[in-house]
């Protein structure tokens, strides 16, 4: 088998934390339509997510190994994508405050023979309270503008973090554990 990986994803923040467990891969960011569907939870999108970019990116790299991952935050049973600029983002980042909400990553690897495996971890991540003036201050550093959630929690928004229970690593975009065992699972070595 091929020693190849691809990260299915242009993400900065995947391809730092990825390199902590793989030396060596390739990025490339597939084209989907990332559009919740009607009724989907945020567990169901980020899989169905994570599954089409590695699977659109394999078919670009037949003879690699491909990784795929995506991540949700929801609230109250409603899914927080990339706030779709400030009107949208004031929307529902304040309602965050002094909140627990969940956010859920999942991962999905092809391997060379197209079979598929996957793997979903999810965070609960409890903010401390805020008001819409920091909310709006937030929104000026320019940090929550591709974030699902519309935070970083590796960033400036790492302030409005009271608790975190869950995978750190799954909050930031890539869970390592998961990811790991995806890959040893499916036999990829690298030398």
């Not at 691809?6 to 934390?17: D, F, N, Q």
Request: aromatic share 8%.
């Amino acid at each position: 088998m091929t020693d190849s990986l691809i990260l299915a994803s242009s993400s900065p923040r995947r391809k730092e934390l990825l390199a902590r467990i793989v030396p060596e891969f390739t990025s490339y960011s597939p084209d989907i339509d990332e559009t919740p569907r009607a009724g989907e939870n945020p567990f169901r999108l980020s899989m169905r997510l994570a599954r089409e970019k590695a699977v659109s990116a394999a078919s670009h790299f037949p003879e690699c190994f491909v990784l795929g991952s995506d991540t949700s935050a929801a609230l109250d049973g409603r899914t927080l994508g990339k706030p779709h600029g400030f009107e949208d983002f004031m929307e529902f980042f304040p309602k965050l405050s002094g909140r627990v909400h969940t956010v859920v990553t999942a991962v999905a690897l092809v391997r060379p023979d197209g079979t598929v495996t996957e793997r979903i971890c999810s965070a609960e991540v409890e903010m401390t309270a805020f008001s819409e003036a920091d909310a709006a201050w937030y929104w000026r550093t320019g940090e929550p503008q591709d974030k699902a959630g519309g935070y970083a929690v590796q960033g400036i928004g790492a302030r409005f973090i009271r608790r975190i229970a869950g995978s750190p690593t799954g909050l930031v975009g890539l869970p390592l554990p998961e990811t790991a065992e995806l890959l040893a699972e499916a036999g990829f070595h690298q030398a």
